[in-house]
């Protein structure tokens, strides 16, 4: 039997985010520093390599310093903003290459596709444990995302990995989806509902091996 486990994080606890150095103006935790560090090279490197005049390249590596000294200031609540534009990038990048690809499971009305269209951050992230044939089931809540309260026998539409899954949701608002991810690993997963222009959930699900508790 496939052991779910779901897990809400309101702080991030990983090693990344520990503290790390110890300043003046505050603790710098490893992710801090890191991207620190990552701004100040690009920045460096922007100014030595780009061939344009001095203003231009100074100008350029304070954005690029500024851009990622914004991203590493910012409290992380559950995923980290530099994984938000990853996921955005990959987002986009699977609408204009994999558009063909996604998988069908029935036809799919045209208000859910655009729905499906619509990109949001996730919200919130969940673990789940791959079974001995690759499976894995998902167990959620739906909810309206507008008062918070289960939606019931409800049909959903779910988007994972340029595939659409049908469910519904039973007599308290619960549902199932079971997908065969191609690896261990974090899969976003957008839900849409009829009657909601955009994704009604946006969640994280991290795929994990049953006999390794590391991503």
Do not use: C
Request: proline share 6%; charged share 20%; no cysteine.
């Amino acid at each position: 039997m496939v052991k779910v486990i779901q897990t809400l994080w309101f702080e991030s606890i990983s090693i990344l985010n520990q503290p790390f150095i110890d300043t003046p103006m505050g603790i710098i935790t490893l992710r801090q520093f890191l991207l620190i560090s990552i701004g100040i090279i690009i920045s460096y490197s922007s100014y030595k390599i780009i061939p344009f005049n001095m203003e231009f390249k100074i100008a350029l590596g304070i954005i690029f310093f500024i851009f990622f000294l914004a991203i590493s200031i910012k409290k992380i609540k559950t995923i980290p903003p530099e994984q938000y534009l990853l996921i955005l990038l990959k987002s986009k990048k699977q609408k204009q290459d994999n558009n063909s690809q996604v998988l069908f499971i029935e036809d799919i009305p045209k208000e859910i596709k655009k729905v499906l269209n619509t990109f949001i951050p996730p919200i919130k992230s969940i673990s789940v444990v791959m079974n001995d044939d690759g499976s894995v089931i998902i167990n959620e809540i739906l909810k309206n995302p507008k008062t918070n309260t289960p939606l019931l026998n409800t049909k959903l539409y779910a988007l994972i990995d340029n595939k659409v899954f049908i469910s519904k949701s039973n007599e308290k608002g619960a549902y199932s989806i079971k997908f065969y991810p191609n690896n261990i690993g974090s899969y976003h997963m957008l839900i849409a509902v009829r009657g909601f222009d955009i994704p009604v959930d946006s969640i994280l699900v991290n795929v994990r091996g049953s006999n390794n508790g590391d991503l």
